[in-house]
């Protein structure tokens, strides 16, 4: 199985960024997928998940109201659609496939421990 993450780049605060993670040897339309990110401190954060079907979607409670999480199943393909964007978003982000969603509605609680398929990351840099 093979996650790749592109569109990290440089963004003003304020801005808005999307990124993109395709994904290979595995039957995505199949799987649920989720974004990760890693803080500049080292910090591994749970960002948003979606449904094998993009039908669900959960997002933590600093994602909320700014990220989208969305999915092209045709295309095998996840997006993060981030606007309003501050210093504080800045990272490595993660895209991981076959993740269990939560059978809750409402703000996300990641797990401690993710054990899908992880790509190398793709860095996001918001300037202040």
């Known amino acids: 199985v093979q996650v790749v993450e592109s569109g990290g780049g440089l963004v003003q605060a304020g801005g808005s960024l999307t990124l993109s993670c395709t994904v290979s040897g595995l039957a995505f339309a199949h799987y649920a997928m989720a974004w990760y990110r890693q803080t500049p401190e080292g910090a591994r954060e749970g960002v948003s998940c979606i449904s094998a079907d993009g039908l669900r979607t959960y997002y933590v409670a600093f994602a909320q109201g700014r990220f989208n999480i969305s999915r092209d199943n045709a295309r095998k393909t996840l997006y993060l659609h981030m606007t309003n964007m501050a210093p504080e978003d800045t990272g490595m982000y993660f895209c991981?496939?076959?993740?269990?969603?939560?059978?809750?509605?409402?703000?996300?609680?990641?797990?401690?421990?993710?054990?899908?398929?992880w790509g190398q990351g793709t860095q996001v840099t918001v300037s202040s």
């Open positions: 991981v496939a076959d993740v269990s969603l939560p059978l809750y509605s409402g703000i996300w609680y990641p797990p401690p421990a993710e054990y899908g398929y």
